[in-house]
């Protein structure tokens, strides 16, 4: 048997479905609009818009994730992954030092840590790790890690796309 709304129901979900339905033509001419802005724009441009628009730091790495499925050859996939890896630890670390706690040890020295009031840290479990407590020798040994990181990623990408790092952006 199947289920019946009351009549004034039903006009509500029909209108609240092709609502929706609707708003699918928007998101698909809004992507038109964008696309037919792109097809002329200086190759040299639309990278750094897309880029910097985005505002966190993990849309940023899967926008990596997905370019780098498409262009990193399939020899180096394995790399590249292993360097997204490091991307996404790298940048808890950095928002766990950014938007922790400072404070001090009993012999008085600073360290950060995770706030006790961090819900998204609490809901992960991170907020008692360790990993995620930072004094000036593991500031200092993220710091030379996040060097690296850099360093190796630049590699990657040099030796995949030698090409780009003609362009003003290196």
């Known amino acids: ?8 129901h039903k006009e509500f979900y029909f209108e609240l479905g092709y609502c929706m339905a609707r708003w699918m033509s928007v998101e698909n ?4 609009a ?3 802005m792109c097809l002329d724009i200086d190759e040299t441009v ?3 818009i897309s880029w910097y628009h985005i505002q966190s730091f993990d849309s940023k790495i899967e926008l990596l994730r997905t370019v780098g499925k498409l262009q990193i050859k399939e020899a180096q996939q394995s790399e ?5 890896s ?10 766990a030092i950014v938007h922790g706690a400072q404070e001090e040890q009993e012999d008085g020295a600073p360290y950060i840590r995770i706030h006790d009031l961090d819900i998204g840290a609490i809901l992960k479990n991170r907020h008692k790790s360790p990993k995620y407590t930072f004094t000036v020798a593991d500031l200092r040994e993220k710091r030379l890690s996040f060097d690296q ?3 190796d990623l630049n590699a990657i990408v040099k030796s995949c796309f030698p090409h780009a790092f003609e362009h003003p952006a290196s």
């Open 149 to 151: 990181l850099a360093v």
């Open 86 to 95: 490091r991307l996404k630890a790298a940048s808890l670390s950095r928002n």
């Open 29 to 32: 001419s809004a992507f038109q």
């Open 1 to 8: 048997m199947e289920f019946e709304l009351p009549v004034p």
């Open 46 to 48: 639309l990278p750094p």
């Open 34 to 36: 964008f696309f037919a």
């Open 80 to 84: 590249w992954n292993d360097i997204l």
